[in-house]
């Protein structure tokens, strides 16, 4: 009978079953298959400090009086020497084994492989190879000695000689499946189970079935599925290290080990190197299950990792391959192993050179700033060339271009909402139904997607249809355990059906491969760079414009005048503010400050319609400020200019007393902006207005009634009419910052306007500005009085 007992460094109240398979520490076991014996020898003394407790059937001697002694009262005088030579070699372990010994078993000469290799002392995954140095950690020597029963067929060193032609023969296949095939029939051929196939992993670790020899009589695996759980995570990161696994009888009982306890550490010995190390209890269950007395598994690894298993099955009986044929079929694995690692190489190399190329064309195509940048991604060749999909959707600058099978515009919006959620580069998914239930997406066209998120709402979208297929599977996947009654207890225990079952996959598409994600992410920062470029292109356009737009003032004898124009700190150095400075046929002169809602090029444009309508109105000298936004608010509607604004507009001027007088007064007209400022030549500065509510911003309600109000200014005096990026932040309110700028202004009614408004930029915006900032300043002086700058 099968000994399912656990592996002792487990709860010995707690049965090995589905529920906990996968924290079985099974590196530890604690116990060997009986085909050979295992002794463990400290180093360089080789005294005997663990065995197996089957010992005495190769060496005679019994396990209790072996611990303790040296490896030569075991073994004999002449074994124990070519241990030791063996093992004070200079490199890996590996390559001397087996060292073959003869034995005396009760006066009778018993041929046997010892297997070498060297375990660390409380470190998982120790080496295999050199002797240690002075300062690596403390370790065991284990010796494994199986019986070599009959004529061995090569010596380790010679198998090369015993696989060359296999060799040979992968180096001709011409595709993957020729060198699937060859491995396993070569496999089989020389290590005679009943069953070999090549089984390989997908992403999730669910196996198929890609290549298989087996002798006529047995029912085909090949093309079965099996799922991720028959073979948990940790064996398949022993796997990754102990590249071939022999179980002669899955009906063996476990040789235990003796002390259980290293009695240097306290701790297990691991066993993740030994070729006799016990396997889990309930993989021997499910081998049973299938019907299997022998079992071998070799790995296939792909960068270090494991990529698939050679497996081995037996059904006829116990098959204990001896150990140098074991080596074979595991050089054949490693060979293949290599050749994959070429072939995908080679794969990846074509892939990356096609994708490349068709890189460099649509980077190229997207130079050409004439052509819309959608439509330059869909020429010859296009975005179907890199990246493999059904639909392809490029959504650009305002453009929208597809290619391929329609896809409606609210559905491709939708998606590439869910991928700028997700918060990444690029984003795929090959099940949207599952993931994104609230998309609702036609299945037959978006069942994957795979999205390139763009600022602004841009995007390139991919995506394919529902991909239908099915999957043979060896057994029902669904059912991967069986509970058993075993008296009073229950326990959980591996399926017993392994027939073919069939299962439809739906709401897929075909998976998105790690290679179509790189490209993506490539054409994500060309596209950036295109986008850059075009929008600093507008953005320069714009930026002349507003320059041109935002132009000197004039000096009138009687005034001095100083404007400043700051952009915020973003990519386009442009914006909705704006200041203007006219002089009207009676003398008067127009001040003009305003901030269109928003930011960037299209404020911009908005800023120079609204800016030359202003004009326009307010040239005539009998329309008032009042009168000039309320006629600017109509040609907003009438005109059907989408735009908001707050603007300000005052007027300057003097009658023939009040320039005997020495003063002038101010008319202004205020939709939303924030109230002038006056700064006497001596005294503190004043806000005009603060006894007024202002009116509405333009655009909002152009029927609504514009107030006008005036107020004297004395001569000398500065009137100052700025934006809200002078006075607002985010850790601030408007209050707070007018009250700083009264206060930074105070004491400067002397200082030239030139250097005023730079020095109130200096200490209101210590920093870059987080908002435009228009600025205008005006200093009043007698008409006959020169100015101080000529």
């Not at 060799?167 to 396993?184: G, P």
């Not at 400075?581 to 930011?599: E, K, N, S």
């Not at 009085?785 to 000529?790: A, F, I, M, S, V």
Request: one cysteine or more; a negative charge; aromatic letters at 6%.
């Amino acid at each position: 009978m099968t000994d399912l007992r656990p592996s002792p460094w487990l709860d010995p109240e707690t049965p090995v079953d589905l529920t906990n398979c996968e924290r079985e520490p099974i590196h530890v076991p604690g116990s060997i298959q009986p085909r050979g014996v295992l002794i463990a020898v400290s180093e360089p003394d080789l005294v005997v400090e663990q065995v197996s407790e089957n010992l005495a059937d190769v060496t005679g001697v019994d396990w209790t009086a072996a611990l303790g002694r040296p490896l030569a009262d075991v073994l004999g005088t002449v074994p124990a020497q070519a241990v030791a030579r063996s093992a004070a070699a200079f490199g890996d372990l590996r390559e001397r084994n087996p060292v073959e010994l003869t034995l005396d078993l009760d006066g009778s000469p018993v041929p046997v492989d010892a297997i070498l290799h060297r375990a660390l002392h409380g470190e998982a995954g120790p080496p295999i190879g050199v002797p240690e140095a002075a300062d690596a950690p403390a370790s065991s020597l284990v010796i494994e000695l199986e019986p070599a029963f009959g004529p061995r067929p090569f010596s380790f060193p010679n198998t090369y000689q015993a696989v060359r032609g296999t060799i040979a023969e992968l180096n001709r296949a011409t595709d993957l499946q020729e060198l699937y095939d060859t491995t396993v029939a070569a496999v089989r051929s020389l290590t005679g189970f009943d069953r070999v196939m090549l089984y390989r992993y997908d992403a999730e670790f669910n196996g198929e079935v890609v290549a298989e020899a087996a002798a006529g009589h047995l029912e085909p695996f090949l093309g079965l599925h099996y799922p991720a759980s028959d073979i948990p995570p940790q064996a398949r990161a022993l796997y990754e290290k102990s590249w071939i696994r022999l179980i002669s009888d899955v009906s063996y009982l476990p040789a235990r080990l003796h002390p259980v306890a290293h009695p240097a550490t306290g701790e297990p010995l691991d066993l993740t190197y030994s070729t006799l190390r016990s396997v889990s209890p309930l993989h021997v269950e499910y081998l049973h299950n299938m019907g299997v007395r022998s079992s071998m598994s070799i790995s296939l690894l792909r960068d270090e990792k494991l990529w698939g298993l050679i497996a081995c099955h037996h059904y006829s009986g116990p098959h204990a391959p001896p150990y140098a044929t074991r080596a074979a079929a595991e050089f054949l694995a490693s060979t293949l192993s290599l050749r994959l690692v070429d072939r995908a190489a080679e794969e990846e190399v074509r892939r990356a050179l096609r994708a490349r190329s068709t890189l460099a064309w649509l980077t190229a195509a997207t130079l050409d700033e004439d052509r819309p940048l959608a439509e330059s991604l869909l020429g010859t060749p296009d975005l179907l060339d890199l990246v493999e999909a059904d639909t392809v959707v490029v959504h650009l600058q305002g453009r929208t271009a597809v290619r391929g099978a329609p896809l409606d515009p609210g559905t491709a919006a939708a998606i590439a909402g869910w991928a700028a959620d997700q918060h990444v580069d690029v984003a795929h998914s090959d099940a949207l139904p599952a993931v994104a239930p609230q998309l609702d997406v036609p299945r037959h066209l978006a069942c994957g997607a795979l999205v390139v998120p763009l600022p602004d709402g841009q995007y390139v979208l991919w995506a394919r249809g529902e991909h239908l297929r099915t999957v043979d599977w060896g057994g029902d996947p669904r059912a991967k355990v069986i509970t058993l009654q075993e008296g009073e207890d229950v326990r959980i225990s591996p399926r017993k059906s392994f027939a073919r079952w069939q299962e439809a996959v739906r709401d897929r598409s075909q998976p998105w491969t790690p290679e179509e994600v790189t490209e993506a992410t490539a054409l994500r920062t060309n596209l950036l760079e295109a986008l850059y470029a075009r929008s600093r292109r507008v953005a320069r356009a714009a930026e002349t414009l507003q320059r041109s737009l935002l132009s000197e003032p004039p000096q009138p004898d009687h005034l001095q005048m100083a404007v400043r124009y700051v952009p915020a700190a973003r990519e386009a150095q442009v914006g909705g503010d704006w200041y203007d400075v006219f002089t009207q046929p009676d003398g008067a002169t127009v001040l003009v400050i305003g901030d269109v809602v928003g930011h960037d090029v299209e404020a911009a444009a908005v800023m120079g319609q609204l800016r030359g309508l202003l004009r326009g109105i307010a040239f005539d000298a009998e329309v008032g400020p009042a009168g000039v936004l309320s006629r600017l608010d109509r040609a907003i509607e009438g005109l059907r200019v989408a735009a908001m604004a707050s603007v300000l507009v005052a007027r300057l001027e003097q009658t023939d007393e009040e320039r005997e007088r020495g003063v002038s007064r101010i008319r202004w007209s205020n939709a939303g902006h924030l109230p002038p400022l006056v700064l006497p030549a001596s005294g503190d500065a004043v806000l005009l207005g603060t006894d007024t509510r202002s009116d509405l911003l333009l655009g909002v309600a152009p029927e609504t009634t514009r107030h006008e109000h005036e107020a004297v200014v004395e001569r000398g005096s500065t009137v100052l009419l700025y934006t809200d990026g002078l006075v607002e932040r985010r850790d601030q309110v408007f209050d707070e910052g007018i009250a700083r700028l009264l206060t930074e202004i105070a004491g400067h009614g002397e200082t030239p306007v030139e250097e005023l408004v730079d020095l109130l930029l200096e200490r209101m915006l210590p920093d870059r500005a987080e908002d435009d900032v228009a600025l205008l300043a005006v200093r009043l002086h007698e008409q006959d009085r020169p100015r101080p700058d000529r």
